[in-house]
Each structure stands twice: as structure tokens, then as C-alpha cells.
């Protein structure tokens, strides 16, 4: 299986860093309002930074 990764954007790479970090204090309880989310929004994060490497132009 060959796999071409691609460098994901620098827009994109951001979106998926914030995503993980409010997650992450969503999940410590600093954003209390989003701590049911915590979990989502660290996979969503996640996701995005897979997809932007395996896509090109993401």
C-alpha cells in the first residue's frame, strides 16, 4: 500500500490544534459549558489533521 501524505495547511493545522486544546480544558473543566463535548472535540481535531495529511490542498 502505497501512502502519499500531503502537508496539511497551516490554517488547517491551527483549526485542529484549537479544537484539541479546548477539548483538552473542556475536559479539565476550565470551559465548564463545553465539558460534555471534551472527548468530540479532541477527535475532531484529530480527524481533521488526518484527513488534511492525507488529502491534498486541506
Do not use: C, R
Request: proline share 3%; charged share 5%; no cysteine.
Amino acid at each position: 500500500m502505497n501512502l502519499k501524505l500531503s502537508e496539511p495547511k497551516v490554517v488547517t493545522f491551527w483549526i485542529a490544534v484549537i479544537l484539541a486544546v479546548i477539548g483538552i480544558l473542556a475536559f479539565l473543566g476550565t470551559i465548564p459549558g463545553l465539558s460534555g463535548y471534551a472527548f468530540w472535540l479532541v477527535t475532531a481535531g484529530f480527524v481533521l489533521l488526518a484527513l488534511a495529511n492525507l488529502m491534498k490542498g486541506l
